[in-house]
């Protein structure tokens, strides 16, 4: 189980541009927290499988489309724990099952596959019959953990951080979960800055809002324009990045998070956005296991 005290592995990033600038760059390696139940999502899990446990719940339910790193490491954890868990996907089965769904199948995940017109983020009555003929005792996880519950979660991240007092932190964007968890717990001299992964995502102070049950939080800085053609999507100057990144500091990436993230804070950094003295943390947030979807030879890690 995790805590606030959780022993996390930082790297500092040092090069020429940086040393220039003054700026300690530090990467936090959520992603070598654990193999498959990586980076921010077992954070994200705490308080939902605290929940599972105090209640007495058997059965852990959630949601994801075929390449989500939430539903694998909700598997992988649950399985640890020896829960059971059930996994809806959005959209039919297909006929060659993505790794990762391999992935949570091997883990005892059952999977509900569910046509993208019954699929909302929240479960409805078609969904959960289909539940229940599986089981009645489950407790259910929105998709992505985007509740208050997987904020709380994700503030143990940056607890952990305080040691290394960053003026910035800096995460990846998906559900804005975990940039929600950041808000919560950073100190009123610290910037919180997301870098959203997904196309035109205009509606991060409503997502903020509902996550932080108020709007009166401090306001994170976002970074728009990297998501290199929206989620899940890769140009070759995002490959490029990431396979000179590999070789320069030996720190693998993913493609949909964590690539586009730092390649962001690295154009910002060059464009003398952070202000001399900084110290920047770039969370790591793991998701290695969705390069497996690039073809063969795309990375050289
Ligand atoms: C899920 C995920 C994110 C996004 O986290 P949210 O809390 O949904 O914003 C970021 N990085 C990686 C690697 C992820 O798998």
């Known amino acids: 189980m995790i805590d606030n005290n959780i022993d996390i592995k930082i790297d500092e990033i040092k090069a020429a541009f940086l040393n220039e600038r003054d700026i300690k760059l530090l990467a936090v390696r959520l992603d070598l927290i654990h193999p498959v139940i990586s980076g921010n999502k077992l954070f994200k ?3 939902f499988i605290d929940d599972a446990i ?13 390449y989500s790193n939430h539903l694998v490491a909700t598997a992988c954890y649950t399985k640890q724990l020896n ?3 059930i996994g809806i ?14 992935q ?27 539940i229940n003929k599986i089981s009645t005792n489950y407790i259910f996880i929105p998709e992505g953990g985007y509740d208050s519950k997987g904020a709380a979660g994700a503030s ?19 559900t804005a979960t975990t940039l929600a968890g950041l808000i919560k717990s950073a100190s009123p001299n610290q910037k919180v800055i997301g870098v959203p992964v997904i196309k035109g995502m205009t509606d991060i102070d409503e997502r903020l809002t509902y996550l932080l049950g108020s709007n009166h939080y401090e306001p ?15 140009t070759n100057e995002l490959i490029n990045f990431m396979n000179d990144f590999y070789g320069n500091f030996n720190i693998p990436l993913d493609f949909v998070y964590t690539g586009k993230m730092f390649y962001a804070i690295f154009d910002k950094i060059k464009n003398n ?21 690039l073809p063969m030879n795309t990375l050289i890690f």
């Open 220 to 234: 994170p800085i976002i970074f728009n324009h990297f998501d290199f053609g929206g989620y899940a999507r890769h």
């Open 45 to 47: 899990l705490y308080y």
């Open 89 to 102: 996907i959005r959209g039919e089965e297909p006929k060659n099952t993505s790794a990762t769904l391999k």
């Open 104 to 130: 949570c199948s091997e883990f005892g995940m059952k999977l509900i596959f569910v046509p993208r017109i019954d699929y909302q983020i929240e479960l409805n009555e078609v969904i959960i019959q289909k």
């Open 156 to 174: 143990i991240i940056m607890n952990n951080l305080q040691a290394l007092n960053p003026s910035h932190i800096c995460t990846a964007i998906g």
């Open 273 to 293: 956005f952070f202000p001399k003295g900084s110290t920047i943390a770039l969370l790591h947030t793991g998701g290695l296991q969705g390069n497996q979807s």
């Open 83 to 85: 829960l059971n868990s």
């Open 54 to 66: 105090k209640l007495n719940k058997n059965t852990v339910v959630t949601m994801g489309g075929a």
